[in-house]
């Protein structure tokens, strides 16, 4: 069979550890033998960034502007620990935050459904995908130990000098405060990268805050999503036959409980980091969850929504047998090529990815998967296999579709 030729170069970001090493299983086992694959690399491994000073963490999201549609895996963010493992000349921030801060993009997180790996919520039929606003709010707070009895204010100080003040607490003994912000540019892309992937994917929209303890605050962000969507969005929602709904965080908890799933849930930062987290779990793992970058100005980034696998690659260098989930950066692959197929009109690329993923899914349920899968699944008997033979039953999967 002739390989599959692409016309526009992915761009590649390899990473770290265990993740490094089903990268290239993936790309020798599941790719090259099918792709032509033509991509423009970029080593984000630790070592790399550290011989870089963190550049060719800048000229990887730069490339994804030029060509529109990436590809990641998993990588490092230092902490003390790596920094005396890897003799680095600084705490490099997370890659993923210095991308998404050049991309200006949302993080959205899907789980991946396969039979005999059944939600622990049961009425969950389809994906539930994340939508998570990755800027500001607590994770940019400025926070303060009040030692004693005092006044404690917020302060807008404006380029004429003028000062508008708000008063926080009077403290009558120690307490603690906080500071967060956000700024309405991000705020603004966060909704129309999420109206937009929701017109990309046909799917319906949920926005929740709690604006009404929060009247300037979250407020602000229900504000801006009506502004944009009526201006610009409600047309083509009808169009697609699909809905844009805002309800209040709780009510919007209570209501995905009781949902069958196959809509995108948008939070604010903090609602999607916990969020995330809980519907991986009850679909079963975040080794089988995917994770996509876009931004409202048309780029794509696409990765797992897992890190590296340490424990897994000290095991690997040792020579010991690791039993690693590689679906989810499979998936990453398969949506970046399917994407790059999309925008370049090529239908083979497009088909080749929606078989890879269908090879992944069909593997798993006829009973050969990682160890992972195999304490969670419903299905009697399954075949344990190592990092490395999970990727080779895939191939001969997919070897099966392609005859």
Not at 38 to 47: A, Q, R
Not at 350 to 355: C, H, P, V, Y
Request: glycine residues 6%; charged residues 25%.
């Amino acid at each position: 069979m002739a390989k599959i030729k692409m016309t526009t170069p992915l761009v590649e970001m390899d990473g770290d550890e265990m993740t490094r090493i089903l990268w290239q299983w993936i790309k020798d086992e599941l790719l090259s033998p099918f792709v032509e694959l033509n991509t423009e690399y970029y080593d984000l491994g630790l070592k790399h960034r550290n011989e870089t000073d963190d550049k060719v963490t800048v000229d990887s999201a730069e490339a994804t502007k030029k060509y529109g549609v990436a590809v990641k895996c998993a990588t490092i963010t230092p902490n003390a620990a790596r920094m005396t493992e890897y003799d680095l000349k600084a705490m490099y921030k997370s890659p993923n935050g210095t991308i998404r801060a050049i991309l200006d993009g949302t993080v959205f997180r899907a789980p991946i459904i396969v039979k005999g790996i059944e939600p622990l919520v049961k009425n969950w039929k389809k994906p539930i995908t994340i939508a998570r606003h990755a800027y500001g709010d607590v994770y940019k707070g400025v926070e303060m130990k009040i030692p004693a009895a005092g006044r404690t204010e917020l302060v807008y100080t404006a380029e004429d000098g003028t000062q508008t003040k708000e008063l926080i607490h009077e403290f009558d003994g120690p307490g603690i405060i906080q500071g967060m912000h956000n700024i309405n540019a991000s705020i603004e892309s966060f909704a129309r990268s999420c109206f937009n992937y929701a017109l990309d994917t046909k799917q319906d929209l949920w926005f929740a805050t709690k604006d009404t303890i929060s009247k300037k605050y979250d407020h602000t962000f229900k504000d801006i999503f009506h502004e944009i969507y009526d201006a610009e969005f409600a047309d083509k929602f009808k169009a697609a036959g699909i809905e844009y709904f805002y309800t209040l965080i709780d009510d919007a908890v209570a209501r995905v409980m009781r949902s069958e799933g196959g809509y995108i849930w948008a939070c604010k930062n903090y609602d999607g980091d916990v969020m995330s987290d809980m519907v991986a779990t009850a679909f079963g793992s975040l080794a089988m969850m995917t994770s996509v970058l876009v931004s409202p100005h048309g780029y794509y980034e696409y990765e797992a929504a897992h890190g590296t696998v340490q424990r897994h690659y000290y095991k690997h260098l040792k020579g010991e047998e690791t039993s690693t989930n590689s679906v989810a950066t499979i998936f990453a692959w398969s949506g970046a090529l399917r994407k790059r197929g999309e925008l370049d009109g090529n239908k083979e690329l497009m088909e080749f990815a929606d078989k890879l993923e269908t090879a992944c899914i069909r593997t798993i349920e006829d009973g050969k998967m990682t160890k992972d899968l195999a304490l969670i699944t419903t299905i009697e008997n399954p075949v344990v296999l190592n990092s490395l033979d999970f990727i080779k039953a895939i191939r001969t999967t997919l070897e099966g579709m392609l005859a």
